[in-house]
């Protein structure tokens, strides 16, 4: 079956404009999970949803960052009036509950740049 | 959330069994240790996970301690292709929650 996939890809935007970047899960996995990822660095937590709601978001580093999962599957995370710091690689991951490994599956990601 | 320390960086040839050890001394009881590996522009893919003793899959071994404060995953004969960044982590249980991620350690395998 297919993989995570995430969209876009890539992104270009500039400085204080609005950004969604969207993530389709592995069909069936209850779990999922955003990182950002910045060079050189290990993937950084940012929220996890079990289901449709957001079990732990401890991770999002300030109000302009929110998660939906409206329907348990596809999630988005939000991105307002961006700035530079917030260029990164952002990583989907999504894992089923009940499994007997803590295999998360990741996406490719997708890459953000803030101009 | 027990904190890992690894190795910045591993250089190796290629044929060569690699080793890299994990240090995780505050390892809670229910915490299981989990090793992803990550080419660049992927994303981290799963390789392991143990308790304790020995584990071996088709890719790698693991091995763990008694005291279970340390882990070391071993790469039998190396190849170019196993350049990446290897991440050790510990998590509550058999995975699952905040799966928290270090720096890694970046293997280079030379020919």
Redesign the interface.
């Known amino acids: 079956g297919a993989g ?1 996939s995430q969209t876009p890809s890539n992104k270009v935007t500039e400085k204080g404009k609005y950004v969604e970047l969207r993530c389709d899960p592995i069909s069936g996995h209850t ?1 999922l ?1 955003w ?1 950002r990822q910045s060079l050189g ?5 940012l929220i ?1 949803f ?1 289901g449709t709601g957001a ?2 978001d ?2 999002l580093p300030n109000d302009r960052f929110f998660a939906v999962r409206p329907e348990g599957s596809v999630s988005t995370l939000k991105i307002q009036r961006t700035e530079r710091g917030d260029s990164a690689v952002y ?1 989907c ?1 999504s ?1 089923a ?1 009940g ?11 997708s890459r953000l740049t803030v101009l | 959330l027990a904190k890992t320390t690894q190795p910045i960086s591993m250089d190796s040839y290629e044929g060569q069994e690699v080793n890299i050890t994990c240090s995780h001394n505050n390892i809670a009881t229910n915490d299981y240790i989990t090793w992803y590996q990550q080419f660049p522009s992927q994303g981290p893919r799963f390789i392991i996970q143990g308790y304790k003793t020995k584990v071996t899959n088709e890719v790698a071994s693991l091995f763990i301690p008694a005291d279970r404060k340390s882990s070391t995953l071993s790469l039998p004969r190396v190849s170019l292709s196993d350049t990446a960044v290897y991440y050790c982590l510990v998590l509550w249980g058999t995975g699952g929650f905040k799966t928290i991620f270090g720096a890694g350690t970046r293997l280079f395998v030379k020919a």
């Not at chain 1, 660095?41 to 937590?45: L, N």
């Not at chain 1, 499994?99 to 990601?109: A, R």
């Open positions: 995570v779990a999970y990182y660095q290990g993937p950084e937590f996890y079990q079990a732990d401890s991770g990583l991951a894992s509950t499994q007997n490994t803590g295999e998360l599956f990741f996406g490719e990601g």
